[in-house]
């Protein structure tokens, strides 16, 4: 699509009568970019069963800034943002283009702060290892939006409202983190034992979900004072706070379930969210 009639797409577009849901995915390691596992199926399955979006911006834990920014290329790179993992996943190209004027228009309904258009970034690896198992023919415009990591969570999930107007304009809405994320206490020996948790880790996993399923955005804001175990969950917050761009988009209407819960190594979770 040219940019051109895309300018008119936006322009023009009317609102579905379907409005799409938002996604929270825990997307844990890079290497379930190339795995079939059960979580990589389930983006898959996920992939298939909603209606098939005009584009997706996804809020990746992996791209930390101050102030807020959106891709606004043609062409946007595949990032290779880790190391230590076998060749296949460094010759990884997910090939979806960007949408300049999506961009533009996103930045156009973001009134709270300035968003920059950025011309530098690209997909991440918490980007790409997700979306390309949901749609890997890479056919579908793919847009990154930036965490400003000088913010409270509160700013995020404010910040997230302002985008509500683009689920019933068939854009697809993702945060892309985990909520218990705490890398330094992963047990390496029992990284591949199903569904292995400490407990504090479990316990957080279910305080999570309580406070999600009950509505309870204040208190999972103001998550450090939820209990002790919360700071073993959330060491730093850059793979909490996609959590709260979604629970931002949700509305009194929406349907809400979670799906890949599972524990990984102990100390992370594989705990996803559907809203809508």
């Known amino acids: 699509m040219s940019l051109h009639n895309f300018k008119n797409w936006t322009d023009n577009l009317n609102e579905q009568d379907e409005k799409l849901p938002v996604l929270f995915i ?13 979580f990589s199926q389930t983006w898959s399955k996920m992939g298939q069963g909603i209606t098939r979006p005009k584009a997706v911006i996804v809020v990746s834990a992996h791209w930390l800034t101050r102030g807020t920014h959106i891709t606004a290329m043609e062409d946007p790179k595949t990032i290779h943002d880790f190391g230590g993992f076998p060749q296949e996943l460094f010759d990884v190209q997910y090939s979806a283009k960007g949408n300049p004027e999506l961009a533009k228009e996103t930045a156009k309904l973001i009134t709270s702060t300035q968003v920059g258009l950025d011309h530098d970034w690209g ?38 409202k302002q985008l509500s107007s683009l689920r019933k304009k068939g854009v697809l809405i993702i945060g892309s983190g985990n909520m218990v994320h705490n890398l330094r206490m992963i ?3 029992k990284l591949n034992e199903p569904d292995y948790g400490f407990d504090w880790a479990i316990e957080m996993n279910n305080v999570f ?4 399923a009950d509505g309870n955005h204040k208190a999972l804001m103001d998550y450090e004072s939820l209990n002790k ?9 850059d793979h909490y706070y996609p959590l709260m761009y979604i629970l931002g988009l949700q509305d009194n209407k929406d349907d ?6 599972k524990m990984v190594g102990g100390s992370l979770n594989m705990t996803s ?3 809508g």
């Open 26 to 38: 825990g997307h844990g390691s890079p290497m379930n970019g190339i795995e079939d596992n059960e």
């Open 123 to 160: 997909l991440d690896h918490g980007t790409w290892t997700v979306v390309r198992h949901m749609y890997p023919n890479a056919d579908i415009p793919v847009l990154q939006l930036s965490i400003d990591y000088s913010k409270p969570a509160s700013y995020h999930y404010e910040l997230a």
């Open 187 to 189: 047990d390496w020996k």
């Open 209 to 212: 979900k309580e406070k999600i």
């Open 229 to 237: 175990a919360a700071k073993l969950a959330i060491p730093t917050p």
């Open 256 to 261: 809400l379930s979670f799906f890949n819960d």
């Open 273 to 275: 969210v559907k809203i």
